[in-house]
């Protein structure tokens, strides 16, 4: 239903900040709650973070919760993720997703969501 195309991953230092956007099309973004997860090497997709459709809500995992932001920007069918003081442990592709429709409980993957494929960051030491 929706084509989500990431963006904004590169090679960082550690300590430094990469800003992701996921670009939506298809569908009217404020449709869908949003989410980003990572696929680091060698390891399973993990949550990261999401928001509600409304932006009203936002959930992160508990290593990044006081670094990282999640926001949207639903006039430009956009979602962000700041991400700052980056950690080499936090290498990986970084995955945008978005929920269906049903309802979505993260940390949990969304059930029949959409998906990008991805952007790489490398966080150097």
């Known amino acids: 239903q929706v084509q989500l195309v990431e963006s904004g991953g590169g090679l960082v230092q550690a300590g430094g900040s990469l800003r992701l956007s996921c670009a939506a099309s298809?569908?009217?973004?404020?449709?869908?709650?949003m989410g980003w997860f990572r696929q680091a090497p060698g390891k399973e997709r993990e949550f990261v973070s999401s928001?509600?459709?409304?932006?009203?809500?936002?959930r992160y995992a508990e290593s990044v919760k006081d670094r990282f932001t999640i926001s949207r920007d639903n006039a430009k069918n956009t979602v962000y993720l700041q991400m700052n003081r980056l950690k080499p442990e936090e290498t990986g592709v970084y995955l945008c997703?978005?929920?269906?429709?049903?309802?979505?409980?993260?940390?949990?993957?969304?059930?029949?969501?959409?998906w990008g494929q991805g952007t790489q960051v490398t966080v150097s030491s």
């Open positions: 928001i509600s459709e409304s932006g009203g809500y936002t």
């Open positions: 298809g569908r009217t973004l404020s449709t869908y709650a």
């Open positions: 997703a978005a929920g269906s429709g049903s309802r979505w409980y993260p940390p949990m993957e969304p059930a029949n969501g959409s």
